[in-house]
């Protein structure tokens, strides 16, 4: 049960991802990303790996597409505090699903090494 409710998270940024796309008119990649969204069910670190670049790559795109926009809106004299806001939340979303691979549940789902004592310390 854990384990669906955490693999919700980058289900979830997944398909924000595939809309931006599609919204873009970039069907190959939101096909692609609708793809990796099968990985969430590969138990496997690679797929985990995967899935963490990618939503770091959707994050980036998030943070770039707010700025684009809140950008155009200025130069046109609209608001823009709504658009920020939005889009910045959807951004902090994926970012917070890229970390949830290192919870202790999904990091045993994707069989990955668990951390060592060094690692622990140092949060």
Not at 5 to 22: D, K, Q, S, W
Not at 36 to 52: D, H, I
Not at 111 to 121: D, G, I
Request: glycine share 4%; aromatic share 6%; proline share 6%.
């Amino acid at each position: 049960m854990r384990v669906a409710a955490l693999l919700m998270l980058p289900l979830l940024a997944l398909l924000l991802l595939a809309a931006h796309l599609v919204h873009a008119g970039l069907m190959p990649l939101a096909a692609l990303v609708i793809l990796l969204v099968g990985l969430l069910a590969v138990p496997r670190p690679w797929a985990s790996w995967t899935l963490q670049v990618v939503l770091t790559v959707a994050v980036i795109e998030w943070i770039l597409t707010t700025v684009g926009l809140a950008q155009l809106r200025l130069r046109h004299d609209e608001p823009y505090l709504r658009l920020v806001a939005i889009l910045g939340s959807v951004a902090l979303f994926t970012a917070l699903a890229a970390v949830a691979f290192q919870h202790p549940v999904l990091r045993a789902y994707f069989r990955l090494p668990a951390k060592t004592a060094a690692e622990r310390a140092a949060r």
